[in-house]
Structures are given as C-alpha cells and as structure tokens.
C-alpha cells in the first residue's frame, strides 16, 4: 500500500515546488528598460510570425 502512495506525494510535491519557483521568477525584476524594449520587439515579431 506504500508504494501506490509514493506516486501521489511526489506529484503533490512537485506541483508544490513549481508554484514556489512561479512565484519566484514573477517575484524577479523585469530588467533595464533597454531589455524590456527588446523583449517587447522579441514578442511583437513572433506574434507576426504566429499569424502568418
């Protein structure tokens, strides 16, 4: 009975450990306001790209 328990812990910890690191990167700066322009050209051009 352990081991069908095993699976459904490491899942429920799993899912626990990638909330926290969502929660860290949303947590992070941005970055300069240069990277920000770049990302922004970076996401404009690939939604071009997407609609084609």
């Known amino acids: 009975m352990n081991m069908l328990f095993l699976p459904i812990i490491v899942s429920i910890f799993s899912l626990v450990f990638a909330l926290f690191l969502i929660r860290e990167v ?8 240069k ?5 922004f050209a970076i996401r ?3 939604m071009v790209f997407l609609k084609r």
Do not use: T
Request: charged fraction near 25%; proline fraction near 6%; charge should be neutral.
């Open 44 to 46: 404009e051009g690939a």
């Open 26 to 33: 949303r947590k992070a700066p941005s970055g300069s306001g």
């Open 35 to 39: 990277m920000i322009e770049i990302s």
